[in-house]
């Protein structure tokens, strides 16, 4: 189950980004039932939070918090079925970084969506070398996202 809640006063094309995240969850075969949350908010509030948890005072675009520390399944095991956790998302900040990435507001958002999802499941971009698997995962993903967009 996917919730999401549009706090940022952006509009938003809600629908594409439940619909990503179903993509990307069945990419990474989680439970269709595992829960997630997606929380849109403004500038100042995600700046606030990026303070709290990150020790940043600027706003960010994309926060993750885990819950249950849900991970994708190995060959042959059931998907996990749980609490996946919450994914912050700025709109302003998104939009803002978009051209920078080459990505319109939408894409920039689908790419940070998997990113902040990826993150809820345990992938980390600390070290180089998680980096580059978590981000060569990011953009398989997206890949494949955008291909199944290009057919409508």
């Known amino acids: 189950m996917i919730e999401i809640n549009n706090e940022s006063g952006v509009t938003v094309d809600e629908e594409r980004l439940q619909a990503c995240a179903i993509f990307a969850l069945n990419v990474l075969r ?5 829960e997630l949350s997606i929380l849109l908010v403004d500038a100042k509030t995600m700046s606030a939070y990026n303070k709290k948890f990150m020790d940043s005072a600027e706003p960010t675009d994309v926060l993750s918090f885990p819950m249950d520390e849900l991970r994708p399944p ?29 990505h319109t507001a939408a894409g920039e958002a689908d790419y940070l969506l998997i990113h902040g999802l990826l993150h809820l499941l345990g992938y980390d971009h600390g070290e180089p070398a998680e980096k580059q698997v978590m981000f060569d995962l990011n953009d398989k993903i997206i890949a494949a996202w955008e291909k199944t967009r290009t057919k409508k």
């Open 30 to 34: 989680i439970h269709p039932q595992a």
């Open 74 to 102: 190995g060959h042959g095991e059931e998907p996990p079925l749980g609490l996946l956790g919450d994914i912050m998302l700025c709109p302003e900040v998104i939009a803002a970084q978009a051209g920078e990435n080459r």
